[in-house]
């Protein structure tokens, strides 16, 4: 087995130069490790098998990896050009099955497994590149390059237990043992479970920033909680014991059910876990690369419906407040494992890959009296992620947790037989929706307390900088200037000759997308930020969207947008919104009858290349909308790469001088405005900016 370097990278030191040869080791192991992992596959053609359908192929996600690392470094100006824009972008997004994003196999033309090999091995040289050549000092924070790479070596720790998620549900001929991934050879009857009593106690969750190791951007924050006595299973709950839900028709009997489970049944048809395979009475559990009789004593392994199900039917059978834990009471259990990992002696429980790849009997590894508080699987918990108080994005990966923060992806924790690095930290904190499989399984517990520790989520929006665009786009219209992005369109309406494809690059929250969805078949939403997109999105599905704005201080005010406001309930929007890249688009978003690009020139790095690919995506006679103050900023794009704003021969260069010597050759500048805006920012400071509205004509 690969081993080493299976703990996350200590951020301390007083030695820089052993510093980044530790780096540059953990980088290294993480990278063979994941690459060994693929080499369990028997074929190249099982690269392109959807094994999960709500996830991509593998192929995807052998590249991933890889592109995360060079997105990331030229996104933070850490390296200055790309190896391959084509894969950086086909790559790029489509790892959590988000709603938004477009899972439709018939728009990826996926490269051959070679190809994506050579374009890893240029990678991996790329990155060791940078970790010799960086500027490092200790202790590591989160402004140094190096925290970039970590970022990059626990994202790809991440996959490989994704990945070896989708592995598991190939065909069997479609894998091969390996000597690197043996599963336990020990099974058995499984010990009868019983609940352990546990004191209450005031329980702190949220990792400060003196913690030693990298952490994602929704382990830093506080949240308090006092936690009261309760009695936890012993063992996590076995394939023996939840057979026992199994054979009492569990899956028929709705009233264990919750009506998302409900759902999911009906969707699925299931019987019994997904890794479970009925033979006549014989029942056997797939594993990474084989199949054997099903261990009786080893964890089941089912979605967070499953195993809330599972309770209820304990409950029901025992006349007991049995449920999941919270994230608050399994911490509280957590305290009976030593807590200094990243030096960890010995690893304490199957985790890490420091046993075999696979689960293990549920009584091998106790902790003071409950055993396997951490590793063998993952365990579902009672509580839906959300971000603490104190809560940031990092601005390298905004979308890592944003997303996530909908009431439908639960936590789960403790890590499982393959969970390296970050994931095996007690701060750690990763959450799947709950009809998501991962190597996860659950122990139960009986306690009397209200599930309060579950409900801090935030009804109201209250992230400062999407609140203010979503009052920007969809509040009131201050001194007297007209909502900005219905504007817009307004004035866009006496040219729409052709109304059947629109495409808004740089949508932000989307108000623009709805006013074109008047007016369009179709219309597609593209911003780089997935907090942006989160939010239109969620206004189109759920028809409303709550948010607030600032007053003085920490005072606020509430809003509520709704469709029905917008005069949009009941229409039938043909209205789809993606995360993407406005200088790296992919190659479906093309077709357009309009693209509309609202103050989005002056915030690229690239505005030339914008300008130079988008033309491409009009058909002939199609208008193309730039919408800037040209308010050019080095912070956002280098000085070189202005395309306006300066002196030339000389004389006086604007922006509107740039676009018609650059665009002139393809498009004929047929209209300008001059349009007013107000960004509201407290009760009484308002931003009164005008940008330059040019409509440009396609040459047919």
Request: glycine content about 6%; hydrophobic content about 35%.
């Amino acid at each position: 087995m690969i081993q080493r370097n299976a703990q996350t990278l200590s951020l301390s030191g007083n030695d820089s130069k052993l510093k980044r040869q530790q780096l540059k080791e953990y980088f290294a192991n993480t990278w063979r490790l994941y690459e060994k992992l693929f080499e369990v596959i028997a074929d190249d053609q099982a690269y392109y098998l959807k094994a999960e359908p709500l996830r991509h192929p593998l192929i995807f996600y052998f590249g991933h990896t890889a592109t995360f690392f060079i997105n990331k470094l030229k996104l933070a100006g850490i390296i200055d050009s790309r190896i391959n824009p084509e894969f950086e972008s086909m790559f790029a997004v489509g790892v959590d099955e988000m709603s938004w994003d477009d899972l439709d196999e018939a728009n990826y033309h996926w490269p051959s497994v070679d190809q994506v090999r050579d374009y890893r091995d240029s990678v991996f040289a790329r990155v060791n590149q940078v970790i010799d050549t960086m500027p490092l000092s200790l202790p590591i924070t989160q402004d140094q390059p190096a925290w970039v790479i970590l970022m990059g070596i626990e994202h790809e720790r991440i996959h490989l237990e994704t990945s070896s998620v989708i592995i598991r549900q190939l065909p069997l001929e479609e894998v091969r043992n390996h000597p690197d991934w043996p599963g336990c050879p020990h099974s058995g009857p499984a010990p009868a479970n019983q609940l352990v009593e546990i004191d209450g106690d005031l329980v702190t969750l949220g990792r400060d920033d003196s913690r030693d190791t990298y952490g994602w951007d929704n382990e830093f924050g506080v949240f308090q909680h006092q936690v009261d006595h309760f009695q936890v299973s012993q063992y996590l709950v076995s394939n023996q014991e939840f057979k026992e839900f199994v054979d009492a028709d569990g899956y028929s009997r709705a009233k264990f059910w919750s009506d998302e489970g409900q759902a999911w049944l009906a969707y699925t048809r299931a019987m019994h876990p997904r890794f479970w395979r009925r033979d006549g009475d014989r029942w056997y559990q797939r594993n990474l690369t084989e199949e054997i009789p099903l261990p009786l004593n080893w964890p089941v392994e089912v979605n967070q419906l499953e195993a809330k199900a599972f309770c209820n039917w304990k409950a029901a059978a025992t006349q007991s407040p049995v449920r999941l834990p919270t994230e608050s009471e399994w911490q509280l259990l957590r305290r009976r494992v030593e807590d200094n990992n990243p030096h960890w002696h010995e690893v304490p429980g199957n985790l890490m890959l420091a046993h075999w790849a696979s689960s293990c009997p549920v009584d091998q590894f106790d902790h003071q009296g409950v055993n396997d508080v951490v590793g063998n699987v993952w365990q579902w918990t009672e509580t839906p992620i959300n971000g603490f108080s104190g809560f940031s994005v990092h601005p390298l990966y905004d979308d890592f947790s944003t997303p996530t923060f909908d009431g439908k992806h639960n936590l789960m924790k403790g890590g499982s037989w393959i969970s390296t690095g970050n994931e095996a930290l007690a701060d750690s904190r990763y959450a799947f929706r709950r009809h998501f499989y991962q190597h996860a399984g659950f122990r139960y517990l009986v306690s009397h307390q209200k599930l309060a520790d579950t409900r801090y989520t935030n009804t109201y929006e209250t992230d400062a900088l999407v609140s203010q665009y979503l009052e920007f786009h969809y509040g009131a219209e201050y001194f007297g200037v007209k909502n900005f992005p219905k504007q817009l369109v307004s004035l866009l309406r006496p040219h729409l000759d052709h109304t059947q494809k629109a495409l808004d690059i740089g949508c932000s929250v989307g108000r623009a997308a709805f006013e074109l969805a008047r007016h369009f078949d179709h219309v597609d939403g593209i911003d780089f930020s997935a907090r942006f997109i989160q939010h239109a999105y969620e206004l189109l599905q759920q028809g409303e969207k709550r948010f607030a704005v600032p007053v003085e201080g920490e005072l606020v005010e509430y809003r509520t947008v709704t469709l029905a406001g917008l005069d949009l309930e009941g229409q039938s929007l043909s209205l789809n919104f993606v995360q993407g890249d406005a200088c790296n688009l992919k190659p479906q978003f093309s077709g357009y009858d309009l693209v509309l690009a609202s103050n989005l020139l002056d915030r690229l790095t690239e505005p030339s290349r914008f300008l130079d690919l988008i033309g491409d995506r009009l058909n002939p006679g199609g208008l193309l909308v730039l919408v800037s103050p040209y308010t050019w900023l080095e912070e956002f794009t280098p000085r070189e790469n202005w395309f306006g704003g300066f002196k030339k021969d000389g004389e006086s260069y604007s922006t509107l001088d740039a676009l018609k010597e650059r665009l002139g050759s393809t498009f004929a500048l047929i209209e300008t405005h001059q349009v007013p805006f107000v960004i509201r920012e407290t009760l009484r400071k308002h931003q009164h900016t005008i940008s330059e509205m040019t409509l440009w004509r396609k040459k047919e």
